[in-house]
């Protein structure tokens, strides 16, 4: 058998008989003989002289066992843990803007004792305690690092996953990580440790967990954010690398301009944060579309590539990515250009209205003439200040609509919209039509967009306002 370490074969550790510790054995797998081993735990701590994990072993396996291996004509690594034997499975990172792997991130694969597929999830209902997750957990990490230091890559990161409930309730002594990279000869640099930061509910533990990581140069990522509990404290407490938005909102973001409005929010701030953002999940073209389109840094997800026991490159990943941004390009031209058609029929009328209005000086007359439009929701009038002039005028079409529920933001006085936008821009520039971004209206919160025009009147300057109703779907 091929040897991939030359001085020192890699052994993660010992096996012992169940019989040797009661307290720990479980039920025989049916499979199995009478006289299998039960895998145990050792010490639960990093030093570089303990035997760190008695429930596994990793075994170099050469290509011509094609049961384990593919006809890759390389060696891999496998680990036996209890009945499973597990594998390495690499998923690429993609950077939107370079159009290439910039990381992998491993992830299990595990077989029965007759070689048959087994779900990943099957594998960690084994352990019974938080120290055999640990071990398990360890066993998963060491055969990542020992498979990806041997394929042919250049200085692509390499994603961890840890099981921080068991780190958190173990707090094994610091170290392990550091042993076996300097076993591998892959750089610290390019480590990047992923957190579900939600299963850590001993902050100070999971600040200390970060800054030993940080210690050593790995990058920190935050796991599956935006699912569960995920909260934007703790990416402004831990300040992570990096943050992973879980695959459920790109799901409804493909599905919904609402959600997919809210995900390009969540990665703008995650950005102003200071941490880079990767949607992960991504399986159908909209997906990958509606990512690009929320301005993510990086993708991941079956769509543009499954996780495979070989790194290699993808011929048709450059026409992949730009299939997708000359059809985002498209799709927003398009847009762009039924917005303007759509508006172009409404300028004709705000036009009018505002004629109307330095005529007569009559915002009822105004309103008449706009809600002509059946996209017209309200007029109002602003003075120089921002202080808005009478009460909102309602389109026929819109009344019945109202929602009493808010009436404390529809019929206040002293309303003033200095702060806003459409005014701002209004009174810089005399007599020239302005259109709003797609906001929430407080009055009544539906999304909407403002039309706006600052015009002089007998020397004095007013705001004349229309609100456009916004479907987002």
């Known amino acids: 058998m091929n040897q991939i370490y030359r001085e020192k074969p890699l052994s993660l550790g010992l096996r012992a008989n169940s019989s040797q510790n009661p307290a720990l054995q479980r039920p025989k797998d049916k499979s199995a003989s009478s006289g299998s081993e039960l895998n145990l735990l050792s010490q639960l701590t990093d030093e570089a002289d303990t035997s760190l994990i008695q429930n596994a072993s990793l075994a170099e396996v050469n290509s011509a066992n094609n049961s384990i291996c593919s006809t890759h004509a ?97 707090k094994p002594t610091l170290g392990y990580m550091s042993n076996l990279l300097s076993t591998s000869g892959i750089a610290p640099q390019r480590i990047v440790i992923e957190i579900l930061e939600s299963e850590i509910r001993d902050r100070a533990y999971l600040q200390e967990l970060i800054s030993h990581f940080r210690s050593m140069g790995f990058l920190i990522a935050i796991d599956d954010f935006g699912a569960g509990h995920s909260n934007f404290d703790r990416i402004w407490d831990l300040e992570p690398d990096i943050v992973k938005i879980d695959r459920s909102l790109i799901q409804r973001a493909a599905l919904s301009t609402r959600i997919e409005r809210i995900l390009t929010s969540m990665v703008s701030l995650i950005h102003e944060a200071g941490s880079l953002v990767i949607i992960e999940g991504i399986e159908t073209e909209k997906e990958a579309l509606t990512a690009i ?120 006085k002293k309303v003033n919209l200095a702060h806003k936008h459409y005014h701002y821009r209004a009174i810089h520039h005399l007599n020239k039509i302005q259109i709003s971004r797609p906001y929430l209206s407080a009055n009544d919160t539906q999304m909407c967009i403002t039309v706006s025009q600052a015009m002089k009147v007998n020397n004095e300057i007013f705001v004349f306002c229309c609100d456009l109703g916004w479907q987002d779907d």
């Open 293 to 412: 389109k929320a301005n993510t840094d990086m993708v991941q997800g079956f769509y543009f590539a499954r996780p495979n026991e070989y790194i290699s490159e993808d011929s048709n990943l450059d026409k992949t990515f730009n299939h997708l941004l000359q059809l985002q390009k498209y799709q927003k031209k398009s847009r762009i250009s039924d917005v303007n058609y759509d508006f172009t029929q409404f300028e004709k009328l705000f036009k009018t209205a505002a004629d109307e209005f330095i005529q007569s000086q009559s915002l009822d007359h105004c309103a008449q003439i706009i809600f002509k439009d059946q996209q017209a929701v309200r007029c109002f009038l602003l003075n120089e200040a921002g202080y808005q002039i009478g009460a909102n005028i309602s389109s026929p079409c819109y009344q019945p609509k109202i929602d009493c529920r808010f009436a404390p933001l529809i019929s206040r």
């Open 74 to 170: 390389s060696n891999t690594v496998v680990a036996n843990y209890k009945n499973y034997l597990l594998h390495s499975a690499f998923q690429p990172i993609f950077s939107i803007a370079h159009r290439c792997p910039v990381g992998y991130e491993g992830l299990i694969r595990a077989q029965t004792a007759e070689l048959l597929p087994c779900s990943p999830l099957d594998l960690f209902s084994e352990p019974e305690t938080n120290s055999e997750y640990l071990a398990l957990d360890r066993v998963c990490r060491s055969l990542h690092v020992q498979n990806f230091s041997q394929q042919q890559t250049d200085n692509e990161w390499l994603f961890l996953n840890l099981n921080s409930q068991c780190l958190a309730s173990e």
